[in-house]
């Protein structure tokens, strides 16, 4: 697989997250990439990017990806529509452990340049996922 294209970076950043190899998502990140999370929110470089991982992974520590179809525009931009699931046994930021199992739906939009992830944006329904841990009606 080649990483220094889009679609071969998305799909390093993947296997970076679900083996929770934070020093390869590091090296996944320009220095100065800007990193968008669902809460329209962006953040600079990859430490935050890493924080943001460490923390859901200690909230879904069996979490998975499963990558559901990948768009590749052209060599500098890939989209790939994925779920990801696992078990909510740690702390979510204010949310205590709910034992509920989520699968969500979500989309990332990733743009590379120069062997390097320069723009990274996720979408998905947090509203659906809160739904599933009990914090929200159903």
Known sequence: MNTTDA????????????????????ELFAPDAIHTSPDG????????????VRSFVKAFPDLTIEIRHQHVPDPSRSIIEYTFSGTHSGPLEDIAPTGEPVAV???????????????????YDTTAMLTQLGVMGR
């Open 41 to 52: 929110e962006p953040v600079t470089g990859p430490e935050p990017v890493i924080a943001e």
């Open 105 to 123: 739906v979500a989309c990332s939009v990733l743009e590379a340049d120069d062997g390097a992830i320069r723009r990274e944006s996720d979408y």
């Open 7 to 26: 679609a071969g970076l998305h799909r390093a950043m993947f296997r970076a997250i679900e083996h929770r190899d934070f020093p390869g998502i590091r």
